[in-house]
């Protein structure tokens, strides 16, 4: 008999529609702050994100779906049990986070955060020229569901977009070109926006550094909605300052939470959001990962292939297209 461990607030009629995938197992639920190390050491399967530290507990683990895209935690030597599965939640957050890119878009480029600060300051006060989404030329860094959704809503409004991803493909009719991290520099210098949305793997690590910082379009602005350590923290600030962008909207930083003494903080030009733009604020989200994860349990109850099965060498997503 199995135990199932599941950290997601599943409501009434979803844990009925889970449990039919598995009739014969012993199901708990519990948020993930909640777990015993009882219950963890317990686990032949977890659905749902734990803190890596306390994954293996789980000595005899068969399978983990997480909740989240990013898998690089969890995939790393020595969390999961010899011969565990690991599935993600790709997929799931293309809308929340794309809309949220969007929003941050508009913010930027129509000059709101100023606005509104002079609102606070009771201020009427004209900012001057703005800029236009149609038109300009929009580059994604990291084509992912997340990236993908934002790339055809700016396609949508006018944008020219071009993406980036690990490997070479065609360009779908809502991208201009597809390149990989070797046309970065080049495209770079064309960008109005660049918006990241990458895992946090070796080959992202501060992809945005300093000297690619500096190659940016002047008056351009950069979004980041991936993960913090794509962008040097403290190169982004000097950008900011004295560089060549106008502003920057970053949903992640790092390190994250950002200390209250670090100096991004007070760049007047940037709009900062705490790693909101997915998690469970949109009730589509919550509604897909769940599915997922019972779609997943009757594929592991059946004996066939799990969806969203992630690379422990790269911590993406296995033959991601």
Same mark, same amino acid.
């Given at each position: 008999m199995?135990?199932v461990?599941v950290?997601? =607030?599943? &409501?009434?009629?979803?844990?009925t529609?889970? &449990?039919?995938q598995? =009739?014969?197992?012993?199901?708990?639920?519990s948020?993930?702050?909640?777990?015993?190390?009882?219950q963890?050491?317990?686990?032949?399967?977890i659905l749902?994100?734990?803190?890596? &530290?306390?994954?293996?507990?789980a000595t005899?683990?068969?399978?983990?779906?997480?909740?989240?895209?990013?898998?690089d935690?969890y995939a790393?030597?020595g969390?999961?049990?010899p011969?565990?599965?690991l599935?993600?939640?790709?997929g799931a957050?293309?809308?929340?986070?794309?809309e949220h890119?969007?929003?941050?878009?508009?913010?930027?480029?129509?000059?709101?955060?100023?606005?509104?600060r002079n609102?606070l300051n009771k201020?009427?006060?004209? &900012?001057?020229r703005v800029?236009?989404i149609q038109?300009?030329?929009?580059?994604?860094?990291?084509l992912?569901?997340?990236?993908?959704?934002y790339?055809?809503?700016m396609s949508?409004l006018?944008?020219?977009?071009?993406?980036?991803?690990?490997?070479?493909?065609?360009?779908p009719?809502?991208?201009?070109a597809?390149g990989?991290f070797d046309d970065?520099?080049?495209w770079?210098p064309?960008a109005?926006?660049v918006?990241?949305?990458?895992?946090?793997?070796p080959?992202?690590?501060?992809?945005?550094d300093?000297?690619?910082?500096?190659?940016?379009?002047?008056?351009s602005?950069?979004?980041?909605?991936?993960?913090g350590?794509?962008?040097?923290t403290?190169?982004l600030?000097?950008?900011l300052?004295?560089g060549?962008?106008?502003a920057?909207a970053?949903?992640?930083t790092?390190?994250?939470?950002?200390?209250?003494?670090h100096p991004?903080?007070?760049?007047?030009n940037?709009?900062?959001?705490?790693?909101?733009s997915?998690?469970?604020?949109l009730?589509?989200?919550?509604?897909?990962i769940?599915?997922?994860?019972i779609r997943?349990l009757?594929?592991y109850?059946?004996?066939?292939?799990l969806?969203n099965?992630?690379d422990?060498?790269?911590?993406y997503?296995k033959f991601?297209q």
């Open positions: 199995k135990n461990l950290t997601l =607030p599943l &409501e009434a009629d979803q844990k529609r889970l &449990e039919q598995l =009739p014969n197992a012993v199901y708990t639920y948020p993930a702050g909640d777990v015993t190390n009882g963890i050491a317990a686990a032949d399967i749902g994100n734990l803190p890596p &530290e306390r994954v293996p507990l005899h683990l068969e399978w983990m779906q997480l909740n989240s895209s990013g898998a935690a790393a030597p969390v999961l049990a011969g565990a599965r599935t993600n939640s790709t957050y293309g809308l929340a986070i794309s890119l969007l929003a941050q878009t508009f913010f930027l480029k129509k000059k709101l955060g100023l606005y509104h609102q201020r009427w006060q004209d &900012e001057g800029t236009a038109d300009s030329t929009t580059l994604v860094v990291g992912g569901s997340i990236g993908g959704d790339a055809r809503k949508l006018g944008s020219k977009v071009y993406g980036i991803r690990r490997n070479k493909t065609a360009a009719d809502y991208l201009q597809v990989t970065l520099d080049a770079l064309l109005d926006i918006a990241v949305a990458l895992p946090n793997t080959q992202t690590f501060h992809l945005f300093a000297r690619r910082l500096s190659m940016m379009k002047p008056g602005i950069l979004l980041n909605v991936g993960r350590t794509s962008v040097d403290d190169a600030c000097q950008a300052l004295s060549p962008l106008m920057a970053v949903d992640v790092d390190p994250e939470p950002l200390p209250v003494s991004l903080w007070n760049c007047e940037l709009l900062l959001t705490p790693h909101i997915g998690d469970y604020h009730q589509e989200t919550l509604d897909y769940v599915a997922l994860f997943n009757g594929h109850a059946s004996g066939e292939p969806e099965p992630v422990p060498k790269t911590g997503r991601a």
